[in-house]
């Protein structure tokens, strides 16, 4: 059974950072890639970052491009987000998530196992 766990959301002041880091069980976590989705209220879930299993491709969404930074800890079986230069239109709930096949490297789809969100709030 997967499991993931964020960990890190908080409040901070625009310009500030953050780093999220999400612990997943259950799977052989090297053989997956990684993402990260948020959603802002009355907005649906969107795609901000993945990893590929073995940590050497990361993939961005344009909006976080140049100021998140995803990484990996296959030995630890963490993944995580580093976001700096935060604004508040990255308020949002953060969610982890794991892609269903291994080996699959389409970052913006195909996932199957989220965590329970952790929330970020940006305030201006």
């Known amino acids: 059974q997967v499991q993931l766990v964020e960990s890190g959301g908080g409040l901070v002041q625009a310009g500030g950072s953050l780093r999220l880091s999400c612990a997943a069980s259950?799977?052989?976590?090297?053989?997956?890639?990684m993402g990260w989705f948020r959603q802002a209220p009355g907005k649906e879930r969107e795609f901000v970052a993945a990893v590929r299993w073995s940590g050497d491709t990361t993939y961005y969404a344009d909006s976080v491009k140049g100021r998140f930074t995803i990484s990996r800890d296959n030995a630890k079986n963490t993944v995580s987000l580093q976001m700096n230069s935060l604004k508040p239109e990255d308020t949002a709930v953060y969610y982890c998530a794991q892609k269903m096949t291994s080996f699959s490297w389409y970052p913006t789809t195909g996932y199957g196992y989220w965590g329970q969100g952790t929330q970020v709030t940006v305030s201006s």
């Open positions: 259950g799977r052989t976590f090297s053989s997956y890639t």
